[in-house]
């Protein structure tokens, strides 16, 4: 069983390298709707310290939703969909083991590539650790609450306003703590108890929702 | 290898398609050594069935046992045994079918002899390009590879002649009648005359839909 | 037990039910809004503080707690439907999203009426309704991904999932959603708190809030009879309906 996670899991990471271009285009997205901020709000860097926090967790919740119109619907085109449902190791199983490939190409590059944009919104080089901190705790939650989604519309090809529909109320909660918690840090307050709540939020969607994901792939497929 | 065991049956199965009804009291099983060949006229629900009795789809009424366990409650133990390739391929197109190959086969946890396969499915010349840069009959080939280096006992194929060429048929006909002769399973959905031994074969042609 | 069970399962019977009861629910329904309408506008005294601004509570809480009940209706029914694949449980969960989508709405125009004098704005980040605005953006959701999917059955247990999805997520956005607003205006007064509410002002209260609550049986009764119409609409039973109710009509 861990064998086929692992085996799912360098399958989904080869196919993203070898599709490097899918790849980068969720971090392009980032780094542009983080731009768009002070071009719409001013250069007052002031108001830049303010909504960074926010704008950066913003700008990471879209971009892991615009990576997730893929992450089932090639599967469930060329059929590999369907052979995962057919294995005989637990689907449940096999899905979080893409899910996590997908944290890794995606989740993980908005993790690093953040300190860029904290100093680019003008923020101390000392609110970096909690910004930092904030997004690896929270955009797990966002990849495992995203593959439900993904499941549930893989079957769908203009799915994706609809899959925004779906989810963003769904990431509030992480929004609303990775959001504040990142603007404590920038301010050097203590970012401890979002840290906590976002931390339990991502076990909890990590207990939960891959069972969800499971179900709705089924309901696709069917 | 106790393979005379080896059962798919059902019973009483109705096949919807949204609110039309496609067929209804369908019952029948396939047992060791046995062919199947569903036919019938398109949009008659042969894919339907064919996914249905696999545990892709839900029937709308009947039951589904494998081994005399419905097979929603005995799901690892069929999946074990089978190998299904539907009209996609299941292949990645970003990676050659020597990858697409050997993932199968870890998720499988089995060990085959991959090279003896693509020599005989004449894909050794194209093994490691990617299959997307492949023709549609040399991905159906690498599709069919992996049923036939599956091990399993059940294969589940639909329309599996699609695409390839008459010595491509003949050669499938002779790997489905060994399959068979070693106590294997065989259920497929096909238009062309299928290959197989007419003794080991049952042919259920199922009716058109009166609209 | 079982017996009337299965025979509840049979959608014909189902549906006849669904009719019986639709009367006896809707009739009290209107009978108690009048009373409560009558208590609450002309019998209950004007707040002190809010004047006679404040009787929109009649209206709002009464939506509110609809809004959620509707909501989690939806998410058992249709976990009974994924589990036991019951395919009327479905129909419940399917009619019971215009409903609640309709409560919280109105729940939602409701608050925004009542900041008006109260804040003199017609939106504050308040948070209960900010997560009646989140629960309203999860009923849209809900409608759009059945309305998105062709087949019936798979309309029914892809938005069963996302309704199961969403009622483990509301306690989780409602807590985020009250600590985010207590960082931005610590201490401030709620403004749709009731506090310690008088027995005259709180009667017509407690009716409206029963006659909501059967004014949403019927809706969800006559939402059961269009869903299973709509699902059996081959099915000889309804032929036979449509002729001997539909030419006398």
């Known amino acids: 069983m861990i064998r086929a996670f692992f085996m799912v899991m360098r399958r989904e990471l080869t196919v993203a390298v070898r599709r490097w271009s899918d790849l980068v285009m969720p971090l392009v997205f980032f780094i542009i709707v983080c731009t768009l901020f002070p071009l719409a709000v001013g250069q007052d860097i002031e108001i830049l310290n303010d909504i960074g926090p926010g704008a950066i967790w913003v700008a990471a919740l879209l971009a892991t939703l615009l990576s997730l119109n893929t992450l089932f619907r090639d599967d469930f085109e060329d059929g590999s969909l369907e052979q995962l449902v057919l294995d005989k190791e637990p689907l449940t199983f096999l899905l979080l083991a893409k899910t996590v490939a997908h944290w890794l190409v995606t989740g993980l590059p908005l993790v690093v590539l953040s300190p860029v944009l904290v100093l680019a919104f003008g923020m101390p080089v000392t609110a970096i650790p909690g910004v930092v901190l904030t997004l690896l705790a929270g955009t797990p939650a966002l990849s495992l609450l995203g593959s439900v989604g993904a499941a549930l519309t893989a079957g769908l090809r203009q799915a994706s306003g609809l899959l925004a529909l779906l989810l963003l109320p769904l990431t509030i909660p992480v929004l609303i703590f990775g959001a504040r918690a990142a603007d404590m840090a920038a301010s050097g307050e203590s970012i401890v108890g979002p840290l906590y709540m976002l931390g339990g939020i991502s076990m909890l969607a990590l207990t939960l929702t891959p069972f969800a994901t499971a179900a709705a792939v089924r309901v696709s497929l069917d | 290898m106790d393979t005379a065991s080896y059962r798919l049956e059902w019973r009483e199965l109705a096949l919807w398609r949204g609110d039309r009804c496609l067929q209804s009291g369908l019952n029948g099983q396939l047992e060791a050594g046995q062919a199947l060949t569903v036919r019938g006229p398109n949009g008659c629900g042969k894919t339907t069935l064919i996914r249905t009795l696999c545990g892709l789809s839900q029937p709308e009424t009947g039951e589904i046992l494998w081994q005399g366990i419905a097979i929603h409650r005995n799901r690892p133990d069929l999946h074990a045994n089978l190998a299904y390739a539907g009209h996609s391929n299941g292949l990645k197109g970003d990676l050659s079918t020597r990858e697409n190959l050997r993932f199968a086969a870890v998720l499988r946890g089995r060990h085959t002899n991959q090279n003896e396969l693509l020599h005989g499915l004449r894909l050794t010349d194209c093994a490691d390009l990617p299959t997307r840069n492949l023709s549609a009959g040399q991905r159906r080939r690498a599709a069919l590879a992996r049923v036939l280096g599956s091990g399993a006992q059940l294969w589940i194929l639909d329309e599996p002649f699609t695409n390839l060429d008459a010595a491509g048929i003949e050669w499938l006909g002779i790997r489905f009648n060994h399959h068979l002769s070693l106590g294997g399973l065989l259920l497929m959905a096909a238009h062309q005359a299928s290959q197989v031994d007419p003794d080991r074969e049952t042919v259920l042609d199922l009716p058109g839909i009166n609209a | ?249």
Request: contains cysteine; neutral net charge.
């Open chain 3, 1 to 249: 037990m079982w017996n009337w069970f299965y025979k509840l399962a049979s959608p014909p019977h189902f549906y006849r039910t669904a009719t019986v009861l639709e009367p006896w629910l809707f009739w009290p329904a209107l009978v108690l809004l009048a009373i409560g309408l009558y208590g609450g506008l002309v019998m209950a005294p004007a707040d002190y503080v809010q004047g006679d601004g404040y009787r929109i509570i009649y209206v709002h809480v009464p939506s509110s707690y609809l809004s959620m009940f509707t909501y989690v209706t939806m998410a058992v029914t249709s976990a009974i439907g994924l589990i036991w694949r019951m395919k009327l449980a479905f129909c419940v969960a399917a009619a019971c999203a215009p409903i609640g989508a309709a409560f919280t709405f109105m729940s939602l125009t409701t608050g925004a009426i009542w900041g008006q004098p109260m804040w003199g704005t017609w939106w504050v980040w308040d948070p209960r309704l900010t997560s009646q605005l989140i629960l309203f953006f999860l009923y849209l959701g809900y409608m759009f991904l059945r309305q998105a999917l062709a087949e019936t059955r798979q309309a029914d247990r892809a938005s069963g999932v996302l309704a199961v999805v969403g009622v483990v997520n509301i306690p989780i956005i409602h807590f985020s959603v009250e600590w985010w607003n207590s960082l931005h205006q610590p201490a401030s007064l709620s403004k749709l708190e009731t506090p310690a509410i008088a027995g005259d002002m709180l009667w017509p209260l407690l009716v409206m809030i029963l006659a909501y609550q059967l004014l949403m049986l019927a809706l969800l009764m006559t939402g059961i009879r269009a869903q299973v119409l709509e699902r059996e609409k081959n099915a000889r039973w309804v032929g036979e309906l449509l002729d001997t109710t539909g030419h006398e009509a």
